[in-house]
């Protein structure tokens, strides 16, 4: 029991601190789903349709519930199947709202506990490691991650697997081998941009100790290791090598948006301006409320004790220096940003800049090229740094007095927690989806369903309104039925084109305005009939009047109008 009180206490304080920090989601966790109704909602219907696939013996990576008929599909889009397969059960057990809220809340301190155990690892000392934890799972990096990015909201991924590969290289076991091959699986079926940070990280560790990793006994369950990973990956591994085969991953445009989501120089030493305490002061500083990506703040204290561990301990924190000065390089993207300036000394992709950097030749890379948000690399350069912060920490409170060794990292982590308090509202979804679609439910009719607003969205941009509709995709896992709208991860060119090749779907974005479409518009209701819809959703909280008026004439049979939802049925023959 003695051997299991410390890690008991390490645990149950990140889950106090996730309680305090995330308290508006712990209170809601059973009513409303910790999610901004957008990137949220989209996860919320991967959570639904993974599992929903498995059990129909279909294909989860392949699909044509959204984007009807053409369909997408969902190799390198962000399904989270682990967590959704994680999900499901847990639904059965405690209703969706619940579990799937438990499950991104557990999320936060299963990091710190990670980060716990990476930074007792390098440095020996429980207070440090613990600050170090804390200091990691509370970065603004992940609290903003909670409402919509829920595959960067699994960051525990990281410290748990350096942890597991560092154990490895302490005794080279098969066992050790075949777990660090395991978790390799886990952050794989977690997030593919995850999974390439962690190799990266790995990299380094195994060039810093080339030796040992270069013996034939190291190497040999190295290699056990990653054969567990390819077997266990293999579910989405084989779709994601189908898609490349199929061409389903288009060649990106000029940067890709690399340069409008790269870490700014400044954004690493400048609060957050919705800190909650003075986060008005640096609006100034900023111009402007920047996004996660562009102002990656990981705390002052960490930054000065990494700095400290530079200076002082370079033998003892060679690699995780080495690691966070290389991902912090590349957060910065394809050239360096100052509080938003770039320069134009030279001209790419009909961007100006002034200081090119190592990211614009990573960016090259196919595959790798699709890590198209540099200011990502920024929470592997955070949890670097906050190893080196521990180990500055660690050896600042040794050979002192005991009442250092508790009372300087009970200062340290008081002062980072206040560095890193959240904003004062966390957004959250309700789980009430418009009472007109319990008519779809109800009805016997097997038919898509066509949303006014017609809305299509990926990662580069939208289609069809200005507004975000997304949560389209949560109201689907209720009535379950295909819809012609959607979101994905990428929607390759030829699929789009096929869209667009439909009539009714380029003739309804011309009548909701969108630039680039101008057809007169002569779909019937036969013709929507002939291309599988059954249904019509229109929604008067995003007016599209033409489209209304058209839609009115076709002679549809009114289903169910809550005040703001209205079905048709399209008629079957």
């Known amino acids: ?52 696939a498995l059990l129909h013996g279909e294909n989860p990576f392949g699909t ?98 350096l942890w597991f590969l560092l154990r490895l290289y302490d005794r080279p076991t098969w066992p050790r081998a075949l777990a660090l091959g395991a978790m390799a699986a886990v952050l794989f ?32 369950r190295l290699a056990a290791g990653g054969a567990v990973a390819g077997v266990l990956s293999a579910p989405l591994l084989l779709p994601m090598y189908s898609d490349l085969r199929h061409a389903e991953l288009d060649r990106l445009r000029g940067w890709g948006g690399a340069h409008e989501h790269s870490a700014d120089l400044l954004g690493y ?19 402007t409320v920047f996004g996660l990506e562009e102002y990656p703040y990981a705390g002052l204290l960490v930054l000065g004790l990494a700095v400290f561990a530079l200076v002082r301990l370079r033998a003892r924190t060679g690699p995780w220096l080495v690691m966070a000065g290389g991902f912090m390089v590349l957060s910065f993207g394809p050239f360096l940003h100052v509080n938003g300036w770039t320069g134009d000394r030279f001209s790419l992709f009909d961007t100006r800049f002034s200081i090119p950097l190592p990211y614009a030749v990573f960016h090259s890379v196919p595959v790798l090229s699709g890590l198209r948000i540099p200011g990502r690399f920024s929470i592997m350069a955070a949890l670097a740094l906050g190893v080196c912060a521990a180990v ?22 008081v002062l980072t927690l206040v560095e890193l308090l959240p904003p004062p509202h966390l957004q959250l979804q309700s789980p009430k989806v418009p009472v007109a679609y319990r008519a779809i ?72 305005g969108q630039v680039g479409f101008s057809e007169r518009p002569s779909f019937s209701a036969a013709d929507l009939r002939a291309e599988g819809i059954g249904f019509v959703v229109y929604h008067r909280s995003s007016p599209k ?3 209304l008026a058209y839609i009115e004439g076709l002679g549809l049979s009114p289903l169910a109008d809550d005040g703001d939802t209205v079905v048709w049925q399209v008629p079957s023959g």
Request: charged share 15%.
């Open 441 to 512: 439910t109800a009805s016997p009719d097997k038919g898509a369903v066509l949303e006014i607003p017609l809305f299509w969205r990926d990662g580069f941009g939208q289609v069809g309104d200005t507004a975000d509709h997304t949560v389209f995709l949560y109201y689907a896992t209720k009535h379950r039925h295909p819809i012609v709208g959607g979101m994905v991860a990428r929607l390759p060119d030829k699929r789009r084109a096929a869209l667009y090749g439909f009539p009714a779907y380029r003739q309804l974005l011309a009548l909701q």
């Open 392 to 413: 500055a920490l660690a050896h600042l409170v040794r050979d002192r007095s005991p009442r250092w060794h508790w009372a300087v990292p009970a200062l340290a982590l």
């Open 269 to 287: 030493i400048t609060p957050s301006t919705q800190h909650p305490l003075w986060g008005g002061l640096f609006h100034g500083v900023k111009g």
């Open 64 to 161: 044509n519930l959204i984007f009807w008929p053409v369909g997408v599909r969902l190799g390198f889009h962000t399904t989270t199947p682990l967590e959704a397969l994680l999900a499901w059960p847990l639904a059965k057990a405690l209703g969706d709202v619940l579990a799937v809220n438990l499950l991104n809340l557990a999320a936060v301190p299963l990091t710190g506990i990670g980060m716990y155990l990476l930074a007792k690892h390098e440095c020996g000392d429980d207070r440090a490691a613990f600050f170090a934890g804390a200091a990691f799972m509370l970065i603004h990096q992940h609290t903003g991650r909670m409402v919509g990015h829920w595959n960067l909201n699994h960051m525990w991924v990281l410290p748990f697997g």
């Open 545 to 547: 009047p033409a489209a």
């Open 189 to 220: 079926l977690t997030d593919l941009t995850f999974f390439v940070f962690w190799l990266g990280a790995a990299l380094v560790l195994a060039a810093w100790r080339w030796r040992e990793t270069l013996r034939r006994a190291f190497l040999a």
């Open 1 to 52: 029991m003695a051997r299991l009180r410390r890690p008991a206490l390490v645990a149950a304080g990140y889950v106090l601190l996730t309680c305090l920090f995330y308290w508006q989601g712990v209170r809601h966790m059973a009513s409303h789903y910790i999610s901004d109704g957008a990137d949220g909602a989209d996860f919320l219907w991967t959570y639904w349709h993974i599992p929903r």
